[in-house]
Structures are given as structure tokens and as C-alpha cells.
């Protein structure tokens, strides 16, 4: 089995910044994607970004390309998105995932998931 743990959710002021973290465990291989799931309340779950084995390419929804930015270290199998200029329809419960396909990303799913980072933006 393959473990995921995210850190660093929280509050925020509109505008601010937040960086999570997820390192992988376990069965895990580098050469596995990895990426971010977001679920608000009342809503459907939504893909937030992907990023290749190698960390060369990166994927983002268009809702936060330009503020969020994502990156890996596969010797350490973690994994940060640094998000910036925050605003209340990020607020969200933020899963860390991982898969051996990549293409299961453009399928809006993923293998591996965490339990999940509370991130509040407040008004």
C-alpha cells in the first residue's frame, strides 16, 4: 500500500498565501504522478493539478494557473503546491494523490489518496 500525508492547510486572509506538503510511503515508486484534489462543501470534487515523475511538467485547472504552483522531490517522494493570492473559492478539503498513471489524472481520479488538508480563505 502506498500512504500519503498532507500538511500545511489552514486560515487565510484573501490574498495570502499557503504552502501544503505531502510526502508518499510505503509502496510508493518515483516514478509514479503525483497531483491535487480539492472538495468544497456542496460540491463535486475537482482536479487542481498534476506534475510528471520527473517533475518537468505540470498540469493546473484554469481556476488557479498563474497562483498556484506545484513541485517535487522524487528522492525525498514529497510533493508541495505553493498557492498565492488566495480567495474564498479556494477553500476547500486538499488531497494529496499518486499514481502509477499519469493519464488517470486527465480522467479526473488518481490510485492513492490522502486523508485530506483543511484550507479556509476568509473574506
Known amino acids: 500500500q502506498v500512504q500519503l500525508t498532507e500538511s500545511g492547510g489552514g486560515l487565510v486572509q484573501t490574498g495570502g498565501s499557503l504552502t501544503l506538503s505531502c510526502t508518499a510511503s510505503?509502496?510508493?515508486?518515483?516514478?509514479?504522478?503525483m497531483g491535487w484534489f480539492r472538495q468544497a462543501p456542496g460540491k463535486e470534487r475537482e482536479f487542481v493539478a498534476t506534475?510528471?515523475?520527473?517533475?518537468?511538467?505540470?498540469y493546473y485547472v484554469d481556476a488557479v494557473k498563474g497562483r498556484f504552483t506545484l513541485s517535487r522531490d522524487g528522492a525525498k517522494n514529497t510533493m508541495q503546491l505553493q498557492m498565492n493570492n488566495l480567495n474564498a473559492e479556494d477553500t476547500a478539503v486538499y488531497y494529496c494523490?499518486?499514481?502509477?498513471?499519469?493519464?488517470?489524472?486527465?480522467?479526473?481520479?488518481?490510485?492513492?489518496w490522502g486523508q485530506g488538508t483543511q484550507v479556509t480563505v476568509a473574506s
Open positions: 494523490t499518486t499514481s502509477p498513471e499519469a493519464r488517470d489524472y486527465a480522467l479526473g481520479t488518481a490510485e492513492y
Open positions: 510505503g509502496r510508493t515508486r518515483s516514478s509514479y504522478a
Open positions: 506534475i510528471s515523475w520527473d517533475g518537468d511538467f505540470a
